[in-house]
């Protein structure tokens, strides 16, 4: 039997597709050794491993802008564009979201931060549920928009400045079939403009390493794209991917994300019955 991985990329909003995806992989009982996920993909990697189906849906697709956890609206109460206490505080009590279940789980898991000081991309875990959380908060934290997250000696931001797709990582430890979930469309990718290099250089002028890094990003991304349909032309990877145009990073259209939420979840069908020959 395979030993089998489930890497989750991020992408603010665009994370809807992923949710769908999820929320097919959760109702046909696949259950993968290990799951790594990103920014918004380590927010669907709770709902994964706590088997919470729908709950990342519940979270991204808000009828009231203020109950969002983005948005000009909730900004006006919460002083802050993306307020990530909501989605890991306020949202947990609201949806009843099972932290014991998810901290009990028997599926591996790791969730990609960025690490300011060295510019490296680390791979963290955790058994207590605070903990996991503040792990969730710094993959997840924005660079420009959300401040860094302390663990321990160092600061953190969003893991997919270092890791956008870490693949290398569940091969690095031994996996040989991987699912994995990207949130832009074939031909799509990620890259850094000269306006947004200016911000880095001012607000993170102190991490030359973290600022190199994060300049280079759209080279990695290139480079791991082409590592996962490498892996894909050699049958030890799938690639899930949206085939229609994806949702903005801060998309509040209502109509547009559960337009991108039922997207996912029909393109996961296509692959459920391959799959499962992974665990045969």
Request: aromatic share 12%; charged share 25%; proline share 3%.
């Amino acid at each position: 039997m395979h030993k089998t991985a489930l890497v989750l990329e991020g992408g603010g909003l665009r994370g809807i597709f992923t949710a769908g995806v999820v929320d097919c992989l959760l109702e046909n009982k696949i259950v993968f050794d290990y799951v790594i996920g990103v920014s918004a993909g380590a927010c669907n990697l709770f709902a994964y491993v706590g088997g919470q189906r729908r709950y990342i849906k519940k979270c991204m697709i808000q009828k009231n802008p203020f109950d969002s956890f983005y948005g000009v609206p909730q900004a006006i109460e919460s002083h802050r564009l993306v307020d990530l206490d909501k989605v890991f505080e306020e949202y947990s009590e609201t949806y009843g979201f099972d932290f014991e279940r998810f901290i009990q789980s028997p599926i591996r898991w790791e969730m990609v931060v960025s690490n300011m000081r060295t510019g490296q991309a680390e791979y963290l875990h955790a058994d207590d549920i605070e903990e996991a959380k503040l792990i969730g908060k710094a993959s997840c934290s924005l660079p420009i928009i959300t401040p860094p997250v302390r663990i321990g000696e160092d600061l953190y931001l969003d893991g997919g400045i270092c890791d956008s797709i870490p693949v290398q990582r569940a091969l690095d430890l031994g996996y040989d079939r991987v699912l994995v979930i990207l949130t832009r469309k074939k031909g799509n990718f990620s890259r850094i403009n000269d306006a947004t290099k200016l911000v880095f250089s001012r607000l993170y002028g102190s991490y030359p390493d973290f600022l190199k890094t994060a300049f280079d990003r759209g080279n990695k991304y290139r480079e791991e794209v082409a590592l996962c349909e490498r892996l894909e032309a050699e049958q030890k990877a799938i690639i899930i991917r949206p085939t229609m145009q994806e949702v903005n990073r801060l998309e509040s259209d209502e109509d547009e994300l559960s337009m991108s939420y039922y997207h996912g979840y029909t393109k996961a069908k296509e692959y459920i019955a391959q799959l499962k020959q992974w665990f045969v």
